[in-house]
């Protein structure tokens, strides 16, 4: 139980108090499908939810709109015009397809391509991208939808009940010549499906829609940590870049501490120092963090 009792105590050292650990007869309370077997305990947030990444995107960009931000999609990044300014560079303008964009600043928020576009500005990003694949169901009513995601924290198989279905999801090594092709890879159904039989004896009757089932890329760091900040030598050419798959729940904090650093030269919400970029460089990553 020490681990559980770790993983409770780190949620709550950062604040997350209402975690608590829960034994094998709470698991069945909260999630009665879930097999028991090897199974000591686990850990549980009642004020956890579910949330919709687009649904969030579009809340932001209308937002933005309103502030007078505008928005160019089908558009292509071609690189940066910059001149040395002593010791540091500045960026004064942004290439694209259709023109060149003087900018003020400018942010690297290109996801799992980050690293390709911190090449056209000769930095170099420890950045790469891995693939993760969602098994999609057939409407079913195995699962209630007010059901827990739920996790084995094994090997991250974890999967969840969203409008009438069940999402499966378990990462794996993809071996592919590009490492940004998102082409579905068949035969790892029948992997996630074997894992989720052993965790959910129901699913052996649980039918998979293959064509809603997707794949896409995370944008992974060497420590599984975010590179927040200013990029090294540069003025004005920020890094927001190496979720590794928390991205989008912390994504609205990432953005805050960021014009926080643009704006004010410093952020003021929180101490990022051990996000800085240049961490890596200097033989000072963060713990590693395992992800989903």
């Known amino acids: 139980m020490s681990a559980l009792r770790s993983a409770k105590e780190i949620q709550q050292k950062a604040g997350l108090r209402n975690v608590r650990e829960v034994s ?16 000591i305990g686990g850990t549980f947030c009642p004020i956890d939810g579910f949330i919709k990444p687009m649904n969030i995107l579009k809340g932001y960009m209308e937002g933005a709109k309103q502030l007078g931000a505008q928005f160019e999609f089908g ?23 259709k023109e060149a964009y003087r900018i003020g600043s400018v942010v690297n928020a290109a996801g799992a391509w980050a690293a390709v576009v911190g090449r056209m500005a000769g ?20 699962l209630p939808e007010d059901m827990p995601m ?7 198989f974890h999967f969840r009940a969203r409008e009438g279905r069940v999402l499966l999801l378990l990462p794996v090594d993809y071996r592919t010549r590009d490492p940004f092709d998102t ?24 039918a998979i829609d293959r064509a809603n089932c997707v794949a896409g890329l995370y944008e992974m760091s060497p420590d599984r940590h975010q590179l927040l900040g200013k990029a090294p030598g540069f003025e004005n050419f920020y890094l927001a870049n190496g979720s590794s798959g928390h991205g989008v729940m912390h994504s609205p904090s990432l953005g805050q501490l960021l014009a926080e650093e643009i704006l004010d030269g410093r952020t003021t ?24």
Request: aromatic share 8%; glycine share 4%.
């Open 123 to 142: 930095i170099a990003l420890p950045i790469t991208p891995a693939k993760r694949q969602v098994a999609v169901s057939y409407p079913t009513n195995l």
């Open 150 to 156: 739920t996790i084995f924290t094994e090997d991250s």
């Open 183 to 206: 082409t579905f890879e068949e035969w790892w159904i029948e992997k996630v499906m074997a894992r989720a039989k052993e965790c959910v004896p129901k699913f052996a009757s649980l």
């Open 24 to 39: 094998p007869d709470d698991i069945t309370q909260h999630n009665p499908a879930v097999s028991l077997d090897g199974v």
């Open 269 to 292: 919400s929180l101490d990022t120092t051990s996000l800085r970029p240049s961490r890596l460089a200097e033989g000072k990553p963060n713990p590693v963090m395992e992800f989903l």
């Open 75 to 97: 558009t292509q990044c071609l690189g940066f015009s910059m001149e040395e300014r002593g010791a540091s560079t500045r960026v004064n303008h942004v290439r694209t397809s």
